[in-house]
């Protein structure tokens, strides 16, 4: 039954290719196991934070771990993934420059008023009595992103833009 067969290819083809597919079960093994503890983590993150809907986020995770996983392995099998890594790069920066140029839109009003508040703090303190962007009252709180002031009607809140923006009028205590 095994008269014909030459054990001495066998033992080259085997030892040419032994230790690679070990390597490669090796990679393959890793990234499930690394894909199931990143999806296991990002739930936790998200249900820690509170996060509804995370579980697309974690499947996500989970498959871009075993993506990459396997490109590894198809690389070190011999596969030239080359063209695949580019195209796989591209796509990847123009998701992130999309999300990036909309988050920028989104949240430049935040930002503004997370910048004009933190420069009220450096030139005005809870006492003071204020006019800013047409309201009128004595400053109770600078938060993070803008001022309150307590006035005649009520607690007021002045965005930290609108009042960096405009006119802030330190009035003077009536005697």
């Given at each position: 039954m095994f008269k014909n067969i030459d054990w001495s290819q066998w033992v080259s083809v085997f030892g040419t290719w032994g230790p690679r597919l070990l390597v490669v079960i090796l990679i393959v093994a890793g990234g499930l196991l690394l894909a199931r503890l990143a999806q296991s983590m990002v739930l936790r993150w998200g249900r820690t934070l509170g996060i509804d809907d995370v579980r697309w986020v974690a499947a996500f995770t989970r498959m871009a771990i075993l993506f990459a996983a396997g490109l590894v392995?198809?690389?070190?099998?011999?596969?030239?993934?080359?063209?695949?890594?580019?195209?796989?790069?591209?796509?990847?920066?123009?998701?992130?420059?999309?999300?990036?140029?909309?988050?920028?839109?989104?949240g430049?009003?935040?930002?503004?008023?997370?910048?004009?508040?933190?420069?009220?703090?450096?030139?005005?303190?809870?006492?003071?009595?204020?006019?800013?962007?047409?309201?009128?009252?004595?400053?109770?709180?600078?938060?993070?992103?803008?001022?309150?002031?307590?006035?005649?009607?009520?607690?007021?809140?002045?965005?930290g833009a609108d009042a960096f923006k405009g006119v802030v009028i330190r009035l003077r205590e009536s005697t």
């Open positions: 392995a198809l690389q070190h099998l011999g596969v030239d993934v080359g063209l695949l890594t580019s195209l796989i790069a591209v796509v990847a920066g123009a998701i992130t420059g999309s999300a990036a140029l909309a988050l920028a839109l989104g430049k009003r935040i930002v503004g008023d997370i910048l004009g508040a933190y420069h009220l703090k450096k030139l005005y303190h809870p006492g003071q009595k204020l006019r800013v962007a047409g309201q009128e009252g004595v400053l109770r709180e600078i938060t993070s992103t803008g001022l309150i002031l307590e006035s005649e009607e009520g607690h007021v809140h002045v965005s």
